[in-house]
Antibody
Framework: EVQLVESGGGLVQPGGSLRLSCVAS????????MTWVRQAPGKGLEWVSG????????YYADSVKGRFTISRDNSKNTLYLQMNSLRAEDTAVYYC??????????????WGQGTLVTVSS | EIVLTQSPATLSLSPGERATLSCRAS??????LAWYQQKPGQAPRLLIY???NRATDIPARFSGSGSGTDFTLTISGLEPEDFAVYYC?????????FGGGTKVEIK
């Protein structure tokens, strides 16, 4: 059974940093792309970032480019999102999703339950 | 950035009725479009990818069609568990984008 478990969310002040983690199980993690998608309270889905199966290529939404960094450790079956210079508008539930294939733009076929990030003073 | 416009914003239907949801792209996305279902408090679930391919374990009452800029998700007979919000997503161009969603509610 595919499982994705996010952690690392919480309350942070504007300008602060957080690192989200997503631990994967039930599939060969190194064979699949991974993605972060967020959802602000009461709003729709926003694609944040994607990474290829090997980690060699990464992509970002314009809203987070230069502030967020996606990475993965295939030896630990773990995906990360380092978030710096956080803003109030980054407040959202952050989901990690497994890609259907190895390329970073592949569809998210399994999703975690999400972790809430709140940016507020 | 490709903008996806979903209509209607809300669809009020009764169980057993047919639901037709629309997603229009601001420029062609070929067939690189997917549909997701999201229920309150839950993560999204992939229903349809590449415009018309059903994802694993998705019932046959869900079908997708379209190419280019106009796409449709059809639910042939609504079951009680189908009342939810549906999002389309494109992967033709970076950044990947989602539509604003269509809520299918019980009439």
């Amino acid at each position: 059974e595919v499982q994705l478990v996010e952690s690392g969310g919480g309350l942070v002040q504007p300008g602060g940093s957080l690192r989200l983690s997503c631990v994967a199980s039930g599939f060969t993690f190194s064979n699949y792309a991974m993605t972060w998608v967020r959802q602000a309270p009461g709003k729709g889905l926003e694609w944040v970032s994607g990474i290829t199966s090997g980690g060699g290529a990464t992509y970002y939404a314009d809203s987070v480019k230069g502030r967020f960094t996606i990475s993965r450790d295939n030896s630990k079956n773990t995906l990360y999102l380092q978030m710096n210079s956080l803003r109030a508008e980054d407040t959202a539930v952050y989901y990690c999703a497994k890609g259907l294939e190895s390329y970073a733009s592949s569809w998210g076929d399994y999703w975690g339950q999400g972790t809430l990030v709140t940016v507020s003073s | 950035e490709i903008v996806l416009t979903q209509s209607p914003a809300t669809l009020s239907l009764s169980p057993g009725e047919r639901a037709t949801l629309s997603c229009r792209a601001s420029q062609t996305v070929s067939s690189y479009l997917a549909w997701y279902q999201q229920k309150p408090g839950q993560a999204p679930r992939l229903l349809i990818y590449d415009a018309s391919n059903r994802a694993t374990d998705i019932p046959a009452r869900f079908s997708g069609s379209g190419s280019g800029t106009d796409f449709t998700l059809t639910i042939s007979g609504l079951e009680p568990e189908d009342f939810a919000v549906y999002y389309c997503q494109q992967r033709s161009n970076w950044p990947l984008t989602f539509g604003g969603g269509t809520k299918v509610e019980i009439k």
